[in-house]
């Protein structure tokens, strides 16, 4: 089966412009994760999707961060104003059930903010 | 927020050595688990551990949950090149909350 998909792979933007992740998780699965990643840690929960409702979102910085999972598939996250200090790698992540914790990652977004 | 201490940071390691890391926290955890990231992909569930005291394999890999519940160890046995990575603990406490260790990087020595 296909893995989690993610697009763009590298993002260069300029601070102050905005930008978009996108998502496609593995079929059939209903949760959805996004994370995270700076350089040297792991990764941070941003917010967690149990089909197309966002039931954990206490981590998104809500001032510049949205995210939505129209028809409970695919997810676009967006931060706009970037900031320097957005510059990470966003991770997403999907499982099949409820409290399933060894989802699946995607291979992420590379982020960088100048 | 809360923490997970990994240790070490990073290995330089020859192939066909042992590798032991380990991840303590101050905070009891109901789970432990482990992964792994390679450059430019995102992490791997490699084991998962449900019970204090439980010792789980997965291949050349075997890992430990803590007595105490607030550590974890995992060790690779005689080491190959792709072991080389980030290895990554995260602690569950509550049923979706996953808290991260920074990783250990594992190096092989040419």
């Known amino acids: 089966e296909a893995g989690v998909v993610q697009s763009p792979r590298y993002k260069i933007i300029e601070k102050k412009q905005p930008v978009a992740f996108w998502c496609n998780p593995i079929s059939g699965h209903n949760t959805l994760y996004w994370y995270r990643q700076n350089l040297g840690q792991g990764p941070e929960l941003l917010i967690r999707y149990e089909n197309e409702e966002a039931v954990d979102d206490s981590q998104l910085p809500k001032d510049r961060f949205s995210a939505e999972r129209l028809k409970g598939v695919d997810s676009t996250l967006k931060i706009q104003p970037a900031e320097l200090g957005d510059s990470a790698v966003y991770l997403c992540?999907?499982?099949?059930?409820?409290?399933?914790?060894?989802?699946?990652f995607g291979s992420g977004t590379r982020l960088t903010v100048v | 927020g809360q923490q997970l201490n990994q240790s070490p940071q990073s290995m330089f390691i020859q192939e066909g050595e042992d590798v032991s890391m380990n991840c303590t926290s101050s905070?009891?955890?109901?789970?432990w688990l482990w992964y792994k990231q390679d450059p430019g992909e995102g992490p791997v569930l490699l084991i998962a551990?449900?019970?204090a005291g439980e010792l789980t394999s997965n291949g050349r890999l075997t890992a430990q949950f803590g007595i105490t519940r607030k550590d974890s160890f995992l060790n690779i046995s005689a080491s190959i090149p792709s072991d080389v990575g980030i290895y990554f603990c995260a602690g569950l406490q509550l049923i979706y909350q996953l808290i991260w260790g920074a990783g250990t990087k594992l190096i092989i020595k040419p």
């Open positions: 551990l449900y019970k």
């Open positions: 992540a999907s499982s099949s059930r409820q409290g399933s914790y060894g989802y699946t």
């Open positions: 905070s009891i955890f109901n789970t």
